[in-house]
């Protein structure tokens, strides 16, 4: 017995003594991260977006989308003055959305104030909780799940029985678990109004998650520490729309809501969802390997966009592949087919039901020639071109806005070759993005494309 | 006369039950005194025997470890022998413990110790014993995929009582310390809390 003992201690201090010889410190492993997730709200990827002018001022007309047709009072409508974001919890995904690890399986909420203080909205970001990622995985999308997004200065709004416009109570929504004045436009971005007229539109739903491609992909190696960029265009983007509805008391009543710009799908009057308006794109970098590209943009204030010249499987790539074309009439503008929106009684005096009988009248010629266009074909042609190109749009990694003297800074662009491209500010208005691709002039390509970006670069028009 | 036999039949009836109590009360007091020979009996036996077992319940992470991982169902076995007629055993245990977490970190930790059992000298049918043990553990995280042996300290405790000639059932906690405060940048160690349900059999009896 007393042999057994000294086998078992001998047993013991083998093992222990192996058990020392580790390299790695794998609990500061576990709970440290690798990767470092910021959220911007600019279509600008530098660090000082402050640039851009007037972005955060009520301008009537430009603000105002053209399917807010019901209610219009632009007198009491004032631009929001804080955003607030609810997020569920972020994925990351393979190219093609499959494959998905939970990287940052926390609930997250943040308030910005909309104006260039705030890190949202100023270039600085975000930062957001998550975990770590597989080393040598290929990533290629990030899903990020939204709870909910509220802008405040929503409005309500409704006919009285003498036909009066009279303003209501402003819309009140609870955001992270309190009552704050302001309308979830997450919940209108959930389908967009092709999803809506598909039969199984209830099983679509485009914020939970939003799928947001990583331009160019994310693998990271062990040891290395990466950063995750993810921008939603908000900024120099915002919108006000309206919601119809019939109210308690039974008056046709609207909530006037701000939202992002429907620039790449229209929304239409009567129109209820807006989704596939939430514009984003992602893009890493290793901080130890990025450079700072400025330079000079002549005569003209714009955008300065840069493309890396591979894409992630290593074909060449050009403006091309980012930018769409708003003068193809058969892609860029909504289908005129769809099925027309019911009538409904907006007010119970006499007038209101003769004017409901019109546009029930309306509506039936209207149906009959969807009923026509569902028969020949042309309706989901049409539909699923117009759709499918939208979907194609890509937004740039790269882009900075010029400031002063017409000067601009690229920051954090990973060494690699790029090709850098113009566009003025006068080709985009508000609440649009640079992205016309064939028309003459819009956009400037630089001369010296494609430059190889290994260090701190000037690069002029 | 028919209350005269009725009250007869009652002092029966009353005399039946006393008879009752005072036979059940003999009994319960054999039952007693026997249960506590032959517990006595076996605590003292199966003590002195080689001992094998499977426990099986909770793990915890605890302190800065359950900031990273949650708790999860696991279990391991266990090999115990005497040391002379000390109430001392000395044993080695072994277990696989896989935790996950909500988004996509895990941990596994496969400890492999000795330790040595101290019985406490309490004078019961169930045996307290307090242990401490070293070895080493098998970590491996996730989604690093990084695995390696660590040194392993542990604390415990644990009771059992006799179910049975060749079956004992237990309790047992245990603390694993997995260190490695030796390794260049580290500024963390493991802590796990092991709870569960023991089953002891008892070798050659």
Known sequence: ?461 | MISQQLLVKQKEKVIRVKLKLSWLFVAFTLLCSANDVFAQRKKADYFLKPQTGIWFGPVTPVFSTADDVDTALWGGGFVRFNILSLPLKIGFDSSYEHFKSEGVKELTVIPVYGNILWRLPFDMPLAFQLKAGAGSAKVTIEPEGLQQWDPLGMLGFELSFPAGKWINIGLRIDYLFIYEGYIQGASKNGHIINTGLTLYLNIGM
Request: glycine share 8%.
């Open chain 1, 1 to 461: 017995m007393k042999k057994f003992f000294y086998y078992i201690v001998l047993f013991v201090a083998i093992v222990t003594v192996y058990g020392c010889t580790g390299k790695n410190a794998l609990f500061d492993e576990l709970s440290g991260s690798r990767l470092t997730v910021i959220i911007k709200g600019t279509f600008e990827s530098t660090s000082d977006s402050t640039s851009v002018n007037g972005w955060n001022t009520t301008v009537p007309g430009t603000k105002i989308d053209d399917s807010v047709n019901d209610f219009v009072t632009d007198s009491s409508e004032s631009f929001p003055t804080t955003f607030m974001v609810d997020i569920a919890e972020i994925r990351l995904a393979k190219p093609d959305g499959s494959s998905d690890d939970k990287v940052g399986n926390y609930r997250q909420v943040f308030t910005s104030q909309i104006d260039d203080s705030d890190p949202f909205f100023n270039g600085t970001g975000i930062k957001l909780k998550c975990d770590d990622i597989k080393p040598g995985k290929q990533y290629g999308m990030v899903k990020l799940y939204i709870r909910k997004l509220i802008f405040d200065n929503a409005t309500q709004w409704y006919i009285d029985g003498s036909n009066n416009i009279v303003q209501d109570n402003a819309p009140e929504v609870i955001f992270h678990e309190e009552e704050v004045n302001g309308f979830d436009f997450n919940q209108l971005m959930v389908n967009t109004y092709y999803d809506y007229l598909k039969e199984n539109y209830q099983d679509i739903n485009r914020v939970f998650p939003l799928e947001i491609p990583i331009d160019g992909g994310l693998i990271v190696d062990e040891d290395e520490e990466v950063t995750l960029e993810i921008r939603l265009v908000i900024k120099n983007f915002i919108k006000l729309y309206e919601y119809d509805f019939t109210n308690d008391d039974g008056y046709g009543a609207a909530y006037h809501y701000w939202a992002p710009s429907d620039w790449l799908r229209d929304v239409q009057p009567d129109d209820v969802f807006i989704g596939g308006n939430l514009l984003g794109v992602a893009r890493a970098y290793r901080k130890n390997a990025v450079a700072t590209v400025s330079g000079n943009t002549g005569s003209n204030s714009g955008y300065v966009i840069a493309i890396p010249r591979y894409d992630m499987y290593g074909n060449e790539q050009n403006i091309g592949d980012y930018f769409l074309d708003d003068d193809d009439p058969l892609n860029w503008l909504r289908p005129t087919v769809y099925p027309p929106a019911t009538p409904s009684v907006k007010v119970g005096t006499v007038e209101g039901y003769l004017d409901y009988y019109l546009r029930y009248e309306q509506y039936k010629i209207e149906y009959n020639d969807f009923v026509d266009a569902v028969n020949d074909g042309s309706y989901e042609t049409n539909w699923n071109s117009y759709d499918g190109y939208k979907w194609s749009l890509r937004l740039p990694p790269l882009v900075a806005h010029t400031g002063t003297g017409n000067n601009y800074t690229l920051t954090n662009v990973p060494y690699g070759e790029y090709k850098f491209y113009f566009v003025a500010d006068t080709n985009v208005p508000y609440g649009t993005l640079p992205q016309e691709i064939n028309d003459v002039g819009y956009w400037t390509e630089y001369s010296l494309n494609p430059v190889y970006v290994s260090s701190d670069t000037n690069i002029s028009f």
